[in-house]
């Protein structure tokens, strides 16, 4: 781009100032999810420090461990819900289930270290109302399971689609703590459901 005299126009300082906060941003999220995926209880100087920005920087941008902590569930929840929502849950409710459960785990992995971080810090309403679509999906399917005759019906699809959450984030626990191998957990998390909720 050039001015009228000819010469190359030159970019503001405010719209330089907003690009380098919109990378401070990105850093800083990229950061919160990274480590506290492997340590939910790291301190926002820990985060800082692994973004490479200053402690004033972070806190320019979130006030507060609450709210950099609900930004970056919010984020991780969004992005798994993309990939989520194009999962085939046509056909066989079982093979469905499986192909869910299966694409799902990494994604509960995260938002597991992420949860256990915002326990206590985000409101519980919050957190809950956060996870409706996950949880509406895997009830819907276990609902036209039990209405096609192959999962069981002696218990709500509600209460088993709460159980299958605890599973999963169980087992996300037990990775992080080292009792269960990371390369096994899906296939686990996968029979344990299976177990549960086939006739």
Not at 9 to 22: I, L, N
Not at 96 to 103: E, N, P
């Amino acid at each position: 781009m050039t001015s009228l005299e000819g010469t190359p126009a030159k970019s503001s300082p405010r719209r330089a100032q907003r690009s380098d906060a919109v990378q401070n941003q990105r850093l800083i999220l990229s950061a919160a999810r990274s480590l506290l995926s492997r340590n939910p209880s790291a301190s926002m100087e820990d985060i800082a420090r692994e973004a490479g920005v200053g402690r004033m920087t972070l806190y320019g941008h979130y006030r507060t461990r609450a709210l950099l902590l609900t930004t970056a569930l919010e984020q991780a929840l969004e992005e798994g819900e993309v990939l989520l929502s194009g999962i085939d849950l046509t056909g066989s409710p079982g093979d469905a289930l499986t192909r869910l459960l299966t694409s799902s785990w990494s994604l509960v992995a995260e938002a597991t270290s992420l949860l256990a971080a915002a326990d206590g810090v985000v409101p519980a309403d919050q957190l809950k109302a956060m996870h409706a679509e996950p949880a509406r999906r895997i009830t819907a399917l276990l609902e036209r399971g039990q209405a096609q005759g192959d999962f069981r019906d002696d218990l709500p699809a509600q209460w088993l689609s709460s159980a299958i959450h605890f599973i999963m984030h169980g087992a996300a626990t037990e990775v992080r703590n080292g009792g269960l191998a990371e390369e096994d957990a899906a296939r686990f998390v996968v029979n344990t459901v299976g177990s549960m909720v086939h006739r």
